[in-house]
């Protein structure tokens, strides 16, 4: 496989540094060197959002990195084009009160020569908590130089469905998941829940299908590790069950997948099976518990994170999928998606009886 051209490289180099040096010093005046107006003007509206943040919490990084991984790439004697993997690792606080977040975010560069040089020309994120659509054009499929070391996550066979939150363990079938909500009783066990988001944030887990949009079929299976039983209708539209897919049939409720109909589900009072209480603040929040994302303020909800730990001061840290994170700091004003609009709703998950 072709080596990427050294001044392409260059240019890469320079951008991401440029990314972590305004992102650590809450610094603008870094991306002046980000030659894509559009995508700087993004950078810089995240930027000012995280200055007003840590006006008020203490969660500011001390230090930090962007680890860089070329996806895949095509390259032309007028243009090239790049997939980025940019793997960013914060460490925050201090101590026995430090924590380290990190977030897996995905960008498709395209640079021109210009002046003997390689220089970025448009940078576009792509799988954020808004929107999976890229609306890039770019070279045709076959153009693409894929790396060899990126892993793929077959469609799984069959309807067996298979846990394990260590994901070097063997995994262990539960029984007769698909009749309906289980008949027993027990708590919630949030330890379990938060193991397994910690187990499978930065991976999927291949008993289940995995989306493009992932965040609330994460959810949900770290929902279930934490012993929330199914609720087994038969119809997309109502309960709260996965029974994997068949050919080109989806066997699936809406709210195990897709993040309004989760956060209708979760809002919902039932007497038995997974149930939640809505709270009105983040730190009331325990691990296991689920926070959902309105970005605009109009009532539709299109991220759900799920609570792994907490801050110093008992703010909530969270785990996602579509961007993988662990242990972010549940506002998102580090996401693209955030807007000054920006509504949440926060679920606390009661004793399963």
């Known amino acids: 496989m072709p080596e990427l051209d050294d001044g392409v490289k260059k240019a890469l180099v320079e951008y991401v540094n440029a990314v972590n040096e305004a992102d650590l010093n809450r610094s603008p005046e870094a991306l002046g060197r980000v030659g894509d107006e559009e995508h700087r003007f993004r950078l810089e509206k995240r930027t000012h959002a995280l200055r007003r943040r840590e006006a008020v919490q203490s969660a500011r990084?001390?230090?930090?990195?962007?680890?860089?991984?070329?996806?895949?790439?095509?390259?032309?004697?007028?243009?090239?084009?790049?997939?980025?993997?940019?793997?960013?690792?914060?460490?925050?606080?201090?101590?026995?009160?430090?924590?380290?977040?990190?977030?897996?975010?995905?960008?498709?560069?395209?640079?021109?020569?210009?002046?003997?040089?390689?220089?970025?020309?448009?940078?576009?994120p792509l799988g954020d908590e808004r929107s999976s659509a890229s609306v890039m054009a770019y070279g045709a499929a076959g153009e693409w130089q894929v790396a060899p070391s990126v892993p793929f996550i077959p469609a799984r066979d069959g309807y067996a469905l298979w846990l394990s939150a260590d994901p070097g363990a063997q995994a262990v079938p539960w029984a007769n998941p698909y009749g309906g909500t289980a008949a027993r009783s027990a708590p919630y066990d949030r330890e379990a829940a938060a193991a397994y988001a910690e187990a499978w944030w930065d991976k999927g887990n291949p008993a289940y299908e995995t989306f493009e949009v992932n965040c609330t079929n994460y959810v949900s299976q770290c929902l279930f590790a934490g012993g929330a039983p199914m609720n087994y209708t038969g119809k997309r539209e109502s309960g709260w069950w996965y029974h994997g897919q068949s050919g080109d049939q989806e066997r699936w409720s809406y709210s195990w997948a897709v993040a309004n109909s989760l956060q209708h589900y979760l809002s919902q009072p039932r007497p038995a099976g997974l149930r939640a209480t809505r709270v009105e603040r983040p730190e009331q929040l325990s691990p296991g518990d689920v926070i959902c994302y309105d970005w605009d303020g109009n009532g539709q909800y299109r991220h759900n994170t799920i609570v792994t730990a907490a801050t110093p001061e008992g703010m909530p840290l969270v785990n996602a999928n579509t961007v993988p994170s662990r242990h972010r700091y549940w506002d998102y004003r580090d996401s693209y998606a955030w807007t000054e609009n920006t509504r949440y709703r926060f679920y606390r998950i009661e004793a399963l009886l």
């Open 61 to 124: 990084p001390r230090r930090g990195e962007i680890r860089a991984r070329v996806v895949r790439w095509s390259e032309r004697e007028k243009e090239a084009f790049v997939d980025l993997q940019l793997r960013i690792v914060r460490a925050c606080g201090a101590g026995r009160d430090a924590y380290t977040e990190e977030r897996i975010e995905r960008e498709r560069i395209r640079l021109v020569p210009f002046g003997g040089v390689w220089r970025l020309d448009r940078a576009e």
